[in-house]
């Protein structure tokens, strides 16, 4: 007799019969997302640098944020009170929140975890802090997101076989707890399957999780160190043990090969800083893979960083100016490399979508892999200490002229940590939402 429609549905429009690649719908309270779709991170209730309005032009169609931030600071009581997630950054689109599960565990300074939940000190300030499936979840119903997720426990890399069985058994427990409280009907929670790189464990963690029934399942534990090889193999192995008609999320992960890598095996949601951070970083993502924007060959260039490219970015500027801004330090370089690099994400993940919707997934996924060139991680650490050290470098010789004396020195220093300090709290998070 209703005809009221259900809050939250998933349908497969289209599945590449060689891989299993998936073209979806997922409706949500706050409109449909077209799958596979890449998540852009806003840790502190902001995608940096970026207005809402920005995002929605360069067609992010939802966005992640933290509960472990939003909890510290404001206060996600704060948040409910100010009108919840959505009206307090006015992003009119599905938001995705995490449990606060994986910070807790690799940015917090953790004290103790016990059955009960796990006890740590704020990153912030010090004060001792209290997570728990129920606190998790409460806190997330305070948020008002679309899609939640459970409260896990997340294994640091390598663990051992018995460690990595004690924090997955203490997951299911907790997500069953999390079934168990959520109250809202008009925001889907997620399990989480963990299990680490033990395909024994991850076999049980999804039978696990599938049994309690949830609108949708996300794969965690990846992307938090262990090799290219090893996230493949997981995902391989545990995508196919999920339900086929509701929706997959690969947690932390979402360079563009990646992408390409998560889809293949049948994943529908991605979320990761790494787009936005190394925008700020002034590298560019392009089919051909990363540009850095600082490269000489780009100082008098009066095409585009991407001449392929719709973004705002693309078809406003040169090459050349970006690549001064990036020289002269000014802020507009982030805002510029962050709006190309995140609809470069969003371009890629409708072009896969519309691939696979055409039947021609497997070209092309085999078009993509030979012509972008996958940064090593030997390279990507060589650039990073080189930017580091041009950097650093260059700093006296900007200070107009000026020979580097005390102040200056200190000065210096005292910017340089910063650099690092930042750097070295993304690097503890791997590629997880702490931008
Ligand atoms: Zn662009």
């Known amino acids: 007799m209703s005809s009221t429609r259900p809050l939250f549905s998933f349908r497969l429009e289209a599945v590449d019969p060689e891989s299993g690649a998936r073209a979806g719908r997922f409706e949500t309270p706050h409109g449909a997302i077209l799958t596979p779709a890449f998540m852009p991170v806003g840790t502190q209730a902001t995608v940096k640098s970026l207005s809402p309005e920005e995002l929605e032009q360069l067609g992010a169609q939802i966005i992640l944020s933290n ?20 009206h307090f950054m006015n992003w009119r689109r599905p938001i995705l929140t995490d449990s606060g599960g994986f910070q807790v565990f690799s940015l917090s300074h953790l004290r103790k975890v016990d059955q009960g939940g796990a006890t740590f000190r704020s990153h912030i300030d010090g004060s001792e802090q209290r997570l728990t499936p129920e606190r998790a979840i409460l806190a997330q119903e305070q948020l008002g997101a679309d899609v939640i997720m459970c409260f896990d426990e997340c294994v640091e890399h390598p663990a051992t076989y018995e460690r990595t069985r004690e924090a997955m058994e203490r997951t299911h427990r907790w997500a069953a707890r999390c079934r168990r409280v959520q109250s809202r009907a008009d925001q889907a929670l997620f399990g989480i399957v963990q299990g680490g790189g033990y395909d024994d464990l991850r076999a049980e963690s999804a039978a696990a999780l599938v049994a309690l029934d949830f609108p949708g399942y996300a794969i965690g534990g990846v992307s938090v160190g262990e090799s290219k090889e090893d996230c493949w193999r997981v995902t391989g192995q545990v995508a196919p043990l999920l339900p086929q008609g509701k929706p997959r999320y690969l947690m932390g992960v979402g360079s563009p090969e990646d992408l390409v890598g998560g889809v293949t095996r049948g994943v529908d949601l991605f979320d990761c800083v790494l787009p936005t951070r190394i925008a700020r970083n ?4 392009t089919d051909d893979g990363r540009v850095t924007a600082t490269r000489s060959a780009l100082r008098l260039q009066e095409a585009p960083l991407d001449p392929t490219c719709d973004c705002y970015t693309c078809t406003h500027f040169s090459a050349a100016y970006v690549h001064h801004l990036f020289k002269a330090e000014e802020l507009l370089a982030y805002r510029l490399a962050s709006i190309h690099n995140l609809r470069y994400m969003a371009r890629l993940s409708a072009r896969l979508r519309e691939a696979i919707v055409a039947g021609r997934f497997g070209a092309f996924r085999r ?12 390279t990507r650490q060589a650039q990073r200490d080189k930017r580091l050290a041009a950097w650093a470098a260059a700093r006296p010789r900007l200070d107009e002229g000026q020979t580097a004396n005390d102040e200056g020195l200190k000065q210096m220093q005292s910017a340089k940590c910063k650099v690092q300090g930042e750097r070295s709290a993304d690097d503890q998070s791997h590629d997880h939402a702490v931008t």
């Open 67 to 86: 509960t472990y931030h939003l909890y510290l600071r404001p206060g996600t009581e704060a948040i409910a009170k100010l009108g919840g997630l959505h």
């Open 282 to 285: 002034g590298t560019i993502l």
């Open 367 to 378: 078009e993509f892999l030979a012509r972008y060139r996958v940064a090593d991680e030997t």
